[in-house]
């Protein structure tokens, strides 16, 4: 730090200070560059100490009074200032001095900008329906990957135990506890998963989450009268718990976020909190354990003829079939039905020669998840969650990639079953390769393997991990994650590795100089240097080859980091914060790469001149100590994408 740099909480004091105090300020916002105050009594604030204070770039006093701090600094020295205050941004100020600082606002405040960040980069997309629904699915699951990861490896560790166990290569009477311990662990997840996904599949929904917890747990039928269990409708069975799995528990609470949000709409205000959860629980959980059940019941009992007629015809295709179609039943919860095969097939046998086979699923989520890491190695996202779900997969737990990597793709949820279909087939062809109890798959699984066979399951998991490598690898990229991998290669391809940069001009218009524009702080180039066009229509074009650092949740800014370091601020009009981001449709995110031939966004220019508010569209140099020489070369009438400045880095 320097020597006369203040901190976050002494610059915050500084300027409530000589903005009149805090009694002097009634609330604080900011926009990607400054602190917008609304004042009390102007006559409070002394400007010129204001502009004194280290840390103030400049300060401009029109209906808020705005301090420039400058981005990445910005927001903390906002939070910083409502954190003494004890509210939130937007929040009025207590009227009576400093109110005691909550622990929990700071972590509260960036909760909320998150949201909002997701919530604007999420009405920008136009999904289809399908990957509107498989990206529903990944928000659900997302946030348990690292429970998935944690529990998965105690659970990979405790069923390699365990079988070392069964098969006599541990004494039982040493290593039972600690067995027990895991399993302990690993079933605090693992066994009540469904009330988690219900949970979060509310907050995707907009349900209430406790509710959606409820709905979750339902499927576990506790509470059920074992002496007169109640019926599947289709069948005449009794139900059994779990019928309905993950994606029932999902619709279900789809349906209930439907019925909730449509009972606060007609349920007076002072009765709501009784009747809406009541009646919502009562419809939604009959339709789930009357319809949704029962029917995941029925097209389990038809899954169960077809294993036999599989099972019948034996061989590689059997493998094949079986390995192919497991992913699917675990998505619908409907694999418990195969345990008492398993069962039985050890009871008449001594092993179950199905398990291995259905084992293979697993294993070509594994191969599927290292061709995406392969083909989409500059997703960061992607290949940070593939990283974290592979240990787990490869000891046997699959739902971390199912759910977190390749059914929210989609297609490559397709290769990787194909991939599990041809280990099957492996080791179908080989016959008689059986386990001796039942445990998680995998490497896991290992141990368990009957009569020295355990060669031809591993030749089985090699199998499906090639498949499901090389069907994902040439057939199961999504064509989005390919243009954005393509799209990165450009953008490699096209940066500068020198220390130059090329800025071009943003939009169809006039390009001029920063000193014409109306807003002084840009005139008196207190945020950098730069330039601003005049556009002529919406479309807005990327000023530099680059990533895209932060898209601000009022859309009306854009940061983006060269390859040799120059911060560039695409600032869309001005005093356009005040508009809420209607205005701006923005096609970019925060982490993607683009070149000056991305549309950033489309700006809505007669909404924005209707609202009182300036169109220029300001491109600034925001970290000038980077910049050795910079050159306007050009201005006057442009088309967009044209090189306008020239900029040499330090």
């Given at each position: 730090?320097a020597?006369?740099?203040?901190?976050?909480?002494?610059?915050a004091?500084?300027?409530?200070e000589?903005?009149?105090?805090?009694?002097n300020?009634?609330?604080?916002?900011?926009?990607m560059?400054r602190?917008?105050m609304?004042?009390?009594?102007?006559?409070?604030?002394d400007?010129?100490k204001l502009?004194a204070?280290?840390g103030?770039?400049g300060?401009v006093e029109?209906e808020?009074?705005?301090v420039?701090?400058?981005?990445?600094k910005v927001?903390k020295v906002?939070q910083?200032?409502?954190d003494?205050?004890g509210?939130k941004?937007g929040?009025k100020?207590?009227e009576h001095?400093?109110?005691?600082?909550?622990a929990n606002?700071g972590k509260d405040?960036?909760?909320e900008?998150?949201?909002?960040?997701k919530?604007a980069?999420?009405?920008k997309?136009?999904?289809s329906?399908i990957?509107?629904?498989?990206k529903d699915i990944?928000?659900i699951?997302v946030?348990?990957i690292p429970a998935?990861?944690?529990t998965?490896?105690?659970?990979?560790?405790?069923a390699?135990?365990a079988?070392l166990?069964?098969a006599g290569?541990l004494?039982a009477?040493?290593w039972?506890?600690y067995?027990?311990?895991?399993?302990?662990?690993?079933?605090?997840?693992f066994?009540y998963?469904?009330?988690y996904?219900g949970?979060?599949?509310?907050?995707?929904f907009?349900?209430?989450?406790?509710?959606?917890?409820?709905?979750?747990?339902?499927?576990?039928?506790?509470g059920m009268?074992?002496?007169a269990?109640l019926?599947n409708?289709?069948?005449?069975e009794?139900?059994?718990?779990?019928?309905g799995g993950?994606?029932?528990?999902?619709?279900?609470?789809?349906?209930l976020?439907?019925?909730e949000?449509?009972?606060?709409k007609?349920?007076?205000?002072?009765?709501?909190i009784?009747v809406?959860?009541?009646?919502?629980?009562i419809?939604?959980?009959l339709?789930?354990?009357?319809l949704?059940?029962?029917l995941?019941?029925?097209i389990?009992?038809?899954?169960v003829?077809?294993?036999?007629?599989?099972l019948?015809?034996?061989?590689?295709?059997?493998?094949?079939?079986l390995g192919t179609l497991?992913?699917?039943?675990?998505?619908f919860g409907l694999?418990?039905?195969?345990?008492?095969?398993h069962?039985?097939m050890i009871?008449?046998?001594?092993?179950t020669?199905l398990?291995?086979?259905l084992?293979?699923?697993?294993?070509?989520q594994?191969?599927a998840a290292?061709?995406l890491?392969?083909?989409?190695?500059?997703?960061?996202?992607?290949?940070?969650m593939i990283?974290g779900?592979l240990?787990?997969?490869?000891?046997?737990i699959?739902e971390?990639l199912i759910?977190?990597?390749?059914?929210?793709?989609g297609r490559?949820f397709?290769?990787?079953?194909i991939g599990?279909g041809?280990?099957?087939?492996?080791i179908?062809?080989?016959?008689?390769?059986?386990?001796?109890?039942?445990?998680?798959s995998?490497?896991a699984?290992i141990?368990?393997i009957s009569?020295?066979k355990?060669?031809?399951?591993?030749?089985g998991?090699?199998?499906a991990?090639?498949?499901g490598?090389v069907?994902t690898?040439?057939?199961?990229?999504p064509?989005?994650?390919?243009?954005?991998?393509?799209l990165?290669d450009e953008?490699s391809?096209n940066v500068?590795?020198?220390?130059e940069?090329?800025?071009?001009?943003?939009?169809d218009?006039?390009?001029?100089?920063?000193?014409?524009?109306?807003?002084?702080?840009?005139?008196?180039?207190m945020m950098?240097?730069?330039?601003?066009?005049e556009?002529t229509n919406g479309q807005?074009?990327s000023p530099v080859?680059?990533?895209?650092?932060s898209?601000?949740?009022?859309?009306?800014?854009i940061g983006i980091?060269?390859q040799?370091g120059?911060?560039?601020?695409?600032?869309?009009?001005?005093?356009?914060?005040d508009?809420g981001?209607?205005?701006?449709?923005?096609k970019?995110?925060e982490g993607?790469?683009?070149t000056t031939?991305?549309?950033?966004?489309?700006?809505?220019l007669?909404?924005?001149k209707?609202?009182g508010k300036?169109?220029s569209?300001?491109?600034?140099?925001t970290?000038?100590?980077h910049v050795e020489?910079?050159?306007?070369?050009k201005?006057?009438?442009?088309?967009?994408?044209t090189?306008?400045m020239d900029v040499?880095?330090v």
């Amino acid at each position: 730090m320097a020597k006369n740099e203040l901190t976050l909480e002494e610059l915050a004091k500084r300027i409530y200070e000589e903005a009149g105090g805090m009694d002097n300020v009634e609330s604080i916002v900011h926009c990607m560059t400054r602190v917008r105050m609304k004042i009390k009594n102007d006559e409070l604030v002394d400007t010129e100490k204001l502009k004194a204070i280290p840390g103030v770039l400049g300060v401009v006093e029109d209906e808020q009074l705005q301090v420039i701090i400058g981005p990445g600094k910005v927001n903390k020295v906002a939070q910083q200032m409502v954190d003494l205050a004890g509210v939130k941004l937007g929040e009025k100020l207590p009227e009576h001095g400093t109110a005691e600082h909550s622990a929990n606002s700071g972590k509260d405040l960036v909760n909320e900008r998150a949201q909002a960040m997701k919530a604007a980069q999420k009405s920008k997309q136009k999904p289809s329906k399908i990957k509107s629904i498989l990206k529903d699915i990944s928000n659900i699951f997302v946030p348990m990957i690292p429970a998935f990861v944690g529990t998965g490896i105690v659970a990979g560790i405790a069923a390699v135990l365990a079988n070392l166990v069964t098969a006599g290569n541990l004494d039982a009477a040493t290593w039972q506890q600690y067995i027990d311990v895991m399993n302990i662990l690993k079933n605090g997840m693992f066994s009540y998963l469904v009330i988690y996904t219900g949970i979060n599949a509310a907050q995707v929904f907009g349900a209430t989450p406790t509710l959606g917890g409820v709905i979750g747990a339902v499927v576990m039928l506790t509470g059920m009268n074992p002496e007169a269990p109640l019926k599947n409708l289709f069948t005449g069975e009794a139900l059994a718990a779990g019928q309905g799995g993950i994606l029932g528990v999902i619709f279900a609470v789809w349906l209930l976020s439907i019925v909730e949000k449509k009972l606060h709409k007609v349920i007076p205000d002072s009765i709501d909190i009784i009747v809406t959860p009541t009646l919502s629980l009562i419809a939604i959980g009959l339709v789930e354990i009357f319809l949704i059940m029962p029917l995941a019941g029925f097209i389990s009992d038809g899954m169960v003829g077809g294993i036999d007629w599989v099972l019948n015809v034996g061989g590689a295709f059997a493998g094949f079939v079986l390995g192919t179609l497991f992913l699917p039943m675990v998505m619908f919860g409907l694999h418990q039905i195969l345990t008492p095969i398993h069962v039985q097939m050890i009871d008449e046998t001594g092993r179950t020669l199905l398990l291995p086979i259905l084992a293979m699923a697993g294993a070509g989520q594994v191969g599927a998840a290292l061709a995406l890491w392969i083909r989409c190695k500059k997703d960061k996202e992607l290949t940070e969650m593939i990283k974290g779900a592979l240990p787990v997969g490869i000891l046997g737990i699959g739902e971390p990639l199912i759910y977190g990597v390749t059914l929210p793709l989609g297609r490559p949820f397709i290769t990787a079953c194909i991939g599990g279909g041809i280990g099957g087939a492996v080791i179908g062809m080989i016959g008689n390769v059986g386990a001796i109890a039942i445990g998680p798959s995998g490497a896991a699984l290992i141990p368990l393997i009957s009569d020295g066979k355990w060669w031809g399951y591993v030749l089985g998991l090699l199998a499906a991990y090639a498949g499901g490598f090389v069907a994902t690898f040439f057939f199961g990229i999504p064509k989005e994650q390919l243009e954005k991998e393509a799209l990165a290669d450009e953008t490699s391809d096209n940066v500068a590795t020198t220390n130059e940069v090329v800025l071009t001009a943003v939009a169809d218009g006039t390009v001029m100089s920063l000193e014409e524009a109306s807003d002084p702080v840009f005139a008196q180039k207190m945020m950098g240097e730069g330039f601003f066009v005049e556009p002529t229509n919406g479309q807005i074009y990327s000023p530099v080859a680059g990533t895209v650092q932060s898209v601000f949740p009022t859309k009306h800014a854009i940061g983006i980091t060269t390859q040799n370091g120059i911060e560039v601020l695409l600032h869309m009009g001005i005093n356009t914060v005040d508009l809420g981001g209607a205005p701006f449709d923005v096609k970019v995110t925060e982490g993607q790469k683009v070149t000056t031939d991305t549309l950033v966004a489309n700006a809505d220019l007669d909404a924005i001149k209707a609202a009182g508010k300036e169109t220029s569209m300001m491109v600034l140099l925001t970290n000038m100590d980077h910049v050795e020489n910079f050159v306007l070369e050009k201005t006057g009438e442009m088309k967009a994408k044209t090189a306008v400045m020239d900029v040499k880095t330090v």
